[in-house]
């Protein structure tokens, strides 16, 4: 059952790690960002697509807070040869903090550690056939900023660590199914930002299954 659950878990690393917007923000500034993302999944078990739109608050540059909801739908074939679509709903939170920040402790590198929760609702398509995901995730992510101006920057990013999942089917033609499963991942990000505005393409590893996900969006600083 886990090939059910592989574009689920893109969106939760949306959640732990690239919400997390504090490395963009100018020493000790405090603000907002607000970003969308869309991602692609097709291997030889499951097609899907997932939108997402992620919103958050950094504090001093170092602490980011986040919340980000989305839609999935998937196109699979089950083990009896059926086709299955089903729709699932997410909601997500997470909670970053940079130890080390580049412009303020004069190192080469940021590096953060990530925490994170997600809540999945899956329609099966049929009235009373649902399921439920329950995700939490923790790691660690290093970035470092290359400043060409005072406006335009690139950022690389590389995040790592670990997942736990909980699955609960209520209602399947073999009564009450339940699973669950620990997963590493590896997250890499490159991220281009121009004044306030940043486009990122990232790359997602985990289960040795690899995505794609575009994802755009802006940073609003409060300044004194």
């Given at each position: 059952?886990?090939?059910?659950?592989?574009?689920?878990?893109?969106?939760?690393?949306f959640?732990g790690?690239?919400?997390a917007?504090?490395y963009?923000f100018?020493?000790?500034?405090?603000?907002?960002?607000l970003?969308?993302?869309y991602s692609?999944l097709n291997?030889?078990?499951?097609?899907?697509?997932?939108?997402a739109i992620?919103g958050?608050?950094?504090?001093?540059?170092?602490?980011?807070?986040?919340?980000?909801?989305?839609?999935?739908?998937?196109?699979?074939?089950?083990?009896?040869?059926?086709q299955?679509?089903?729709?699932?709903y997410?909601?997500?939170?997470?909670?970053n903090?940079?130890?080390?920040?580049?412009?303020q402790q004069?190192?080469?590198?940021?590096?953060s550690?990530?925490?994170?929760?997600?809540?999945?609702?899956?329609m099966?398509?049929?009235p009373?056939?649902?399921a439920?995901?329950?995700?939490?995730l923790y790691?660690l992510?290093v970035?470092?900023?290359?400043?060409?101006?005072d406006?335009?920057?690139?950022s690389?990013s590389?995040?790592?660590?670990r997942?736990?999942?909980h699955?609960?089917?209520d209602?399947?033609?073999?009564?009450?199914?339940?699973?669950?499963?620990?997963?590493?991942?590896y997250?890499?990000?490159?991220?281009?930002?121009?004044s306030n505005?940043?486009l990122?393409?990232?790359?997602?590893?985990?289960d040795?299954h690899s995505?794609?996900t575009?994802?755009?969006?802006?940073?609003?600083?409060?300044?004194?």
């Amino acid at each position: 059952m886990k090939h059910h659950y592989y574009l689920t878990i893109i969106l939760f690393h949306f959640t732990g790690l690239i919400s997390a917007q504090h490395y963009l923000f100018p020493v000790k500034t405090s603000g907002y960002h607000l970003a969308a993302s869309y991602s692609h999944l097709n291997n030889e078990y499951v097609n899907g697509n997932l939108w997402a739109i992620n919103g958050g608050y950094t504090l001093n540059g170092r602490f980011t807070g986040s919340l980000t909801t989305g839609i999935e739908t998937e196109e699979y074939t089950t083990f009896q040869g059926n086709q299955a679509r089903p729709i699932s709903y997410l909601l997500g939170i997470g909670f970053n903090y940079l130890v080390l920040k580049q412009e303020q402790q004069h190192t080469i590198l940021s590096f953060s550690v990530d925490a994170g929760y997600q809540y999945n609702r899956l329609m099966y398509g049929t009235p009373g056939d649902n399921a439920s995901i329950h995700t939490f995730l923790y790691g660690l992510s290093v970035y470092r900023n290359f400043h060409f101006s005072d406006r335009f920057s690139i950022s690389p990013s590389f995040g790592l660590g670990r997942g736990n999942l909980h699955y609960r089917h209520d209602d399947s033609p073999l009564g009450n199914q339940s699973d669950s499963y620990s997963f590493p991942y590896y997250n890499y990000q490159l991220l281009f930002k121009i004044s306030n505005f940043y486009l990122s393409p990232i790359i997602q590893v985990s289960d040795d299954h690899s995505y794609l996900t575009i994802q755009a969006g802006c940073i609003i600083p409060l300044f004194d």
